[in-house]
């Protein structure tokens, strides 16, 4: 009766989804809001109300709740009195630039010269091309304000798609894990600085990369990228340690699949406005070099601290350096670790590089970290730490404005004051970094990797051998042999004796 053929197919059994409110006891503790964790005998998947969808209405509520929170601004704070938008930490670009950047005048981004100081728009094509399309949707009729109005609620309508497809994106690349998609969806800098400006439009189509990377799908996630880098520079740089993964994997067909699309991606966005437009395509490039330090970084404590500030092109050169440095500490981690680090984690510490490095960090800069956090160190606690020290900043930065403008009645906060605020950005960004760097050195302190998995995210990377590595780790030390624990061989897939 054993060798008779029973009918039925074999399948092989699927990891259980790993659900935080069992390994995570802030989430936990969170989860009594809602009635307590999910039990195990939980109906999951049999019901309208997926992981996928709950997270995607919740990012979408909460993002509402953001722009509930600008209404002082919408109402009047935007066009009566200097310091009312600050005072009510409700300011956004979007309203102001609609008639500064020529939209209000129907002038064409890139090719039309504006009036101002400004002489073309100092946003990058992709950026500019969502720019002119939310002017095409805004009524030309009425009062400046009212068109303001509008042109600002049109943004957010638009915004809110993005950051309902971040939401999905990252709540669908770690397949075993959707529910770490609720740190996007919750997070409240995300809800506070989502419509500053129009980082969100990177930012959706930066995790839409990363979820087809997750996917195996080199060629689309580099088309997705070089889309992102056209529409904000940061996201050029995840391509610097995705290599240093590739080196070590011995992937290189997969990475310069992705690159090949990438460039193509790119040079299609701006090769037309490139070949007709120089000097207005340009200017973001020019403006980036030639501004000051600014508003956010540690440059502007040393400046303001200082009888002869640095000059802006050595502030640049060093700049440069640091973020080299940084770099070159990101490729030394990835080839001497003891575990390939995960595609998500080095994501997160190069991106995360820039912005510590940078000469300006502008609050909605927040929104490029949030889903690359999500994936990188899914720890709430954790989260929680470093979002608490982003609303800080949040809060500093228009308490510094509304001091700076309310002239002699001084209402706000002084510039030690914000010097302070933009330590606490610091610390909580540093504290994140070093959260992640422990989890790579330490891989049985990953959430993720202590789960079972090796890299989700990490598409053709997952489960892969190692073909070129440095240090110890190409000399693994062997386990103990009074050492019980399960141990997780990452880096090699089931049939070549790992355990996944």
Not at 64 to 83: E, M
Not at 119 to 131: D, K, N, R
Not at 361 to 388: G, H, M, N
Request: with cysteine; aromatic share 12%; hydrophobic share 50%.
């Amino acid at each position: 009766m054993c060798g008779m053929p029973s009918g039925k197919t074999t399948s092989v059994h699927e990891p259980d989804p790993v659900r935080p409110t069992e390994e995570d006891r802030v989430a936990a503790a969170g989860s009594e809001l809602i009635g307590g964790p999910i039990g195990r005998r939980a109906l999951l998947g049999r019901s309208w109300w997926t992981p996928v969808r709950v997270i995607a209405l919740v990012a979408i509520g909460v993002f509402a709740l953001g722009l509930v929170q600008k209404a002082p601004c919408y109402n009047g704070a935007w066009f009566f009195g200097a310091s009312s938008q600050y005072t009510h930490a409700c300011y956004s670009d979007i309203p102001h630039l609609y008639q500064g950047r020529g939209f209000a005048d129907g002038l064409v981004p890139y090719f039309d010269r504006l009036p101002g100081d400004m002489e073309y728009l100092e946003y990058p094509v992709l950026t500019g091309v969502f720019m002119e399309v939310a002017a095409w949707l805004t009524p030309g009729s009425g009062s400046i304000q009212h068109q303001e109005q509008w042109y600002w609620m049109v943004n957010a309508g638009m915004l809110m798609a993005c950051a309902a497809v971040i939401a999905v994106c990252v709540t669908r690349t770690h397949a075993r894990r959707p529910w770490d998609g609720l740190l996007i969806a919750l997070a409240p800098a995300f809800a506070l600085t989502a419509t500053i400006n129009w980082d969100l439009l990177a930012v959706a189509l930066t995790a839409a990369a990363m979820l087809m990377w997750s996917r195996g799908r080199a060629l689309a996630f580099g088309l997705l990228l070089g889309l992102a880098t056209a529409a904000k520079l940061y996201p050029v740089l995840i391509l610097g340690p995705l290599l240093v993964l590739c080196w070590r994997a011995g992937r290189w067909r997969q990475y310069c699949t992705a690159l090949g699309g990438a460039a193509v991606a790119w040079i299609v966005v701006n090769g037309p406005v490139m070949l007709f437009a120089f000097d207005g395509w340009s200017k973001f490039y020019t403006f980036s070099q030639e501004r000051g330090v600014d508003f956010g970084s540690f440059w502007l404590i040393l400046a303001q601290n200082s009888d002869d500030p640095i000059a802006t092109e050595t502030v640049n050169t060093l700049a440069t350096l640091l973020m080299l440095l940084c770099c070159a500490g990101v490729a030394a981690l990835t080839l001497t670790a003891p575990r390939r680090p995960r595609f998500a984690q080095l994501a997160f510490l190069i991106v995360a590089a820039f912005i510590l490095t940078n000469k300006v960090y502008s609050p909605q800069y927040v929104l490029w970290l949030v889903p690359l956090a999500a994936l990188a160190r899914p720890k709430w606690r954790d989260f929680l730490i470093w979002q608490a020290c982003e609303v800080t900043y949040f809060l500093g930065i228009w308490m510094y404005l509304a001091y700076t403008t309310s002239g002699d009645a001084h209402k706000g906060l002084p510039t030690d004051g914000y010097h302070w605020a933009i330590g606490a950005h610091l610390a909580g960004t540093l504290f994140l970094c070093v959260m992640v760097v422990r989890d790579i050195l330490m891989p049985d302190r990953d959430p993720v990797r202590r789960s079972g998995d090796d890299d989700p995210s990490g598409g053709v990377l997952d489960g892969a051998e190692d073909v070129f590595v440095l240090g110890p780790a190409a000399r693994p030390a062997r386990h103990a042999a009074h050492f019980e624990a399960p141990q997780v061989d990452w880096g090699r897939t089931p049939a070549e004796g790992g355990s996944l």
